[in-house]
C-alpha cells in the first residue's frame, strides 16, 4: 500500500510566547499546551491574534520571547510534518488537481506511480474522483479547498493548522466542508489546530477551544455558545 498513514499527531508547548510584528507585540506571555490527536480551535475577533498563532506554530513567525516545542523540539521554521491549509486558494495555478496534490510527495521524495497512487486515493476521499486533470480555475471556490485539504493530508503530517479554510465559502458549501473534514479527520491521527472567526463552527469541530478574546487567551474544554460568545 502507497498510503503513508497510521503517524501519531504531535503536541506542541507554548511557554512564555510573545508574538508580533516589528517591535509591535500581538500576543504577549502564552503558555499552552496543544495536545497530540487533538482538534484545538482557536476562535477570536478580527485581529485579535488568531493567524499570527497559526503562523508562529507553523514556524512562519518566530517568537520574540519565549519558545514553542513541536514534540518536544524547539520550532525553528517550516517543516512538512506540518501541513498548513489557508482561506484563500494556495493552490498552483498552472497545476492540475492530481499535480496540486501531489506536491508534497514529491518533496519527499516518492517515486512517481507512489505518489500518484496516493494522491488519487486522497482525491477521492474528498469527493473530487473524476477531477484529477482539471486546473483550479475549472473549479468552484468549495472543490478547490478539498484539493487543498487533500494536499494536506496526503503526505500523513503529524500537524493539520488551518487558516479559516471555510471562511470564504457560502454557507451550504461551508456546512459540507465541515461535515467532509469531521470525516476524513476520523482517517487521521494529525493534530489540528484550526482557526476561525465563527463560534458555531468552533463548537462543531474543536474538541477544546482557545478563545482569543477581550480577557487573552482562554481554553475551554467543553463550553457553550454563551460562554465562548461572552469571551469575545
Ligand atoms: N505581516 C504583518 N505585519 C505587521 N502587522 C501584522 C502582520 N500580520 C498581522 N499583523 C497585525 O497583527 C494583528 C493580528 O493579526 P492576525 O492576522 O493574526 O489577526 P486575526 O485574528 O487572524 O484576524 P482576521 O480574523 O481578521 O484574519 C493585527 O493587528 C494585524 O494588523
Redesign the pocket.
Known amino acids: 500500500m502507497t498510503l503513508l498513514t497510521g503517524r501519531a499527531g504531535v503536541g506542541f508547548t507554548l511557554e512564555g510566547v510573545g508574538?508580533?510584528?516589528?517591535g509591535?507585540a500581538?500576543?504577549r506571555n502564552i503558555d499552552l499546551e496543544i495536545e497530540p490527536g487533538e482538534v484545538l480551535v482557536v476562535v477570536?475577533?478580527?485581529?485579535?491574534?488568531?493567524?499570527?498563532?497559526?503562523?508562529a506554530l507553523a514556524g512562519l513567525l518566530p517568537p520574540y520571547e519565549g519558545r514553542i516545542l513541536a514534540g518536544g523540539a524547539e520550532v525553528r521554521g517550516p517543516s512538512p510534518e506540518r501541513a498548513m491549509v489557508f482561506?484563500d486558494d494556495a493552490l498552483l495555478p498552472w497545476r492540475t488537481v492530481l499535480r496540486n496534490v501531489e506536491l508534497p510527495l514529491g518533496i519527499r521524495g516518492m517515486d512517481k506511480a507512489a505518489r500518484r497512487a496516493a494522491a488519487s486515493e486522497w482525491i477521492e476521499r474528498v469527493g473530487l474522483a473524476g477531477y484529477e486533470n482539471r486546473l483550479p480555475r475549472e473549479l468552484s471556490g468549495g472543490m478547490r479547498q478539498r484539493v487543498q485539504l487533500a494536499r494536506a493530508l496526503v503526505g500523513a503530517p503529524r500537524a493539520v493548522l488551518m487558516?479559516?479554510p471555510f471562511?470564504a465559502l457560502d454557507a451550504q458549501t461551508r456546512a459540507e466542508m465541515q461535515r467532509l473534514l469531521l470525516d476524513v479527520l476520523e482517517r487521521t491521527e494529525a493534530t489540528v489546530v484550526f482557526?476561525t472567526?465563527d463560534v458555531d463552527e468552533a463548537l462543531l469541530l474543536g474538541h477544546r477551544i482557545v478563545v482569543?478574546g477581550r480577557t487573552g487567551l482562554r481554553v475551554f474544554g467543553d463550553a457553550t455558545r454563551e460562554q465562548i460568545v461572552k469571551e469575545l
Do not use: C, I, P, W
Not at 508574538?19 to 516589528?22: A, T, V
Not at 477570536?44 to 503562523?55: C, E, I, P, Q, V
Open positions: 508574538l508580533g510584528y516589528g509591535n500581538v500576543l477570536g475577533a478580527s485581529g485579535s491574534g488568531k493567524s499570527t498563532l497559526l503562523r482561506q487558516d479559516e471562511g482557526v472567526h482569543l
